[in-house]
């Protein structure tokens, strides 16, 4: 499990990943690629930035919507 986080302009998103369930489909690279990546062994998702700025929020709701496992979870508080 990788758990990352940003406060930014008085809202937190807060990125789960539950690596053990990727099963390497690219799909978050694709809509997140500044977020996202996959390791260059296995293809398994890789949290490039553990902190994404503030626009890329809808990119990276975009990517657990899309993520064939569901295995990105993004919660976010005011
Ligand atoms: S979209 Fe989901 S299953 Fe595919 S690489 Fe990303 S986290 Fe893994």
């Known amino acids: 499990m990788c758990i990352t986080s940003q406060q930014a ?5 807060k ?3 539950d690596e053990e369930k990727c099963c390497g489909a690219g799909q978050c ?3 997140a690629p500044e ?13 490039l930035d553990a902190a994404p ?3 890329q929020y809808e ?3 975009q990517a657990a919507k ?6 990105i979870r ?3 508080d005011d």
């Not at 302009?9 to 998103?13: D, P, S």
């Not at 899309?66 to 295995?71: D, G, R």
Request: charge should be negative.
């Open 9 to 13: 302009e008085g809202n937190t998103v």
């Open 15 to 17: 990125i789960e990943i």
């Open 29 to 31: 690279v694709m809509a």
């Open 35 to 47: 977020v996202f990546d996959q390791r260059e062994e296995d293809g398994l998702v890789l949290v």
């Open 53 to 55: 700025p503030q626009s």
């Open 59 to 61: 990119a990276v709701r």
């Open 66 to 71: 899309l993520c064939p496992t569901a295995v």
């Open 74 to 76: 993004v919660a976010e």
